[in-house]
């Protein structure tokens, strides 16, 4: 199970290190940047720090040298004494070198004022009075060094005087820092553009309000297949360099059926107290022991397919439990779930339309965002057959890919009838989820959609059944129908399939041996052959 996973774009760049720390070790190795240096690596910055003990003598290592050839950005402290060090004067040359021209320094003024810097008054006055009393004045170098101090003075930064607290100063510089190195994430790091993200993302991030200074829990639910873990993942990739802990849980449903409870909250803790085999005797005892350690932190929660009130109560419990600015995600396929425990407007992630699903479709068949002009028709009609559903589409196009077009008709066909097994097997996760009457009535409205295509026809045939309206809610709030304002139920077609498939595995030979028949020829059969039971 992941609980914590970070994406780096960076890789797929010819960087080695995402940040360069150039700094006076004597000022500020054990505090400011070491704290900087945790915090950076703590949030996914791959950031290379010299080893203490290579700051000897006045000439650098080619090892640095080529760590910061290798470096994306550089974060340069300039500390009351950075100016003494001819090391660290060495390495901002070849930083501004390597660097000035692509805007990648930001530097930070710590305990110094900039103008300090730019015109080397005070402390770096007394530096370069060394330097050249060493050097000899008028030195070429010390006058590059001089040179190299007044430009990065001229780039803007951070003063350490402006802030009440270093923790206040790191956070800014970390979020600066975590926006351009990631300007634009793909989940898992991978090379594939999200279609159809950027407005979703848009809508959640008005829900998360991440300047408001509360409390909030956020709900993302829908039908299975339509990438609600994908949309969390990818809230949680943006935001989490914001937050103080950070933790991902995924797959809750599957976890909490086979480990239980107990194991969800393990995992919770060990993410604040670093610890791999943390002691939880039983659900209340982890109840207390998470209140404790979240009640004063800002922290940024995801629950991935909760299908169960009782996780959200036993995991993230109330709003009091979490300190202020904290953000709680919850993913599902069950509305009900999130209203039931105080989620006041649920987010409810919709189908594709048909642009965005015929540019997913085609990345994964043509590994191009349109289709082959000899493809395009046959793209079209298995867009119409997914619906919208992004799960489907990718397992299709994935499917067809670098296939003939004999194979491109062969599958339609079969698709036609029997629907792929993958994309049935996560949707049939819903319907397992039912008791029987709610299986019964949504069975019926899969096969015989146009007998039951509003409330009044459903309520008529079950009459006799007290529990028809409630039913028909459960099935809505599971993401298995829909209602109109007009009261006409929707059913999405890979939901239908999937029902009908239920139905045609009790008996894939002998149609008369199912429990409903809905198909012509299945029908004929049945009464030509006198098969039914």
Partial sequence: MSTQVRASTSSALPWKHDVFLSFRGADTRKGFTDHLYKELQRQGIMTFRDDPQLERGTVISPELLTAIEQSRFAIVVLSPNYAT?????LELSKILECMEERGAILPIFYEVEPSHVRHQRGSFAEAFEQHEEKFGEGNKEVEGWRDALTKVANIAGWSSKDYRYETELIRDIVHVLWSRVHPSLTVFGSSEKLVGMDTKLEEINVLLDKEANDVRFIGIWGMGGLGKTTLARLVYEKISHQFEVCIFLADVREVSATHGLVYLQKQILSQILKEENVQVWNVYSGITMIKRCFC???????????DQLEQLEKLVGERDWFGSRSRIIITTRDRHVLVTHGVEKP????????????????????????????????????VRYAGGLPLALKILGSFLYQRSPDAWNSALQKLQQTPDRR???ILKTSFDGLDEMEKKIFLDIACFHRLYDNESMIELAYSSEFCTRVTIDVLVEKSLLTISLNNRIGIHDSIREMGCEIVRQESYEEPGRRSRLWLRNDIFHVFTKNTGT
């Fill in 85 to 89: 060090s001819t090391w660290c004067l």
């Fill in 296 to 306: 004063n932190k800002a922290v940024l929660l995801v629950l991935d397919d909760v």
């Fill in 347 to 382: 987010y409810e992630l919709k189908t594709l339309n048909e642009n965005e699903a015929l540019e997913l479709f085609s990345w994964k068949a043509f590994r191009k965002y349109e289709p082959d002009i000899d493809y395009a028709e046959q793209s079209k009609s298995f």
């Fill in 423 to 425: 994309v049935f097997e």
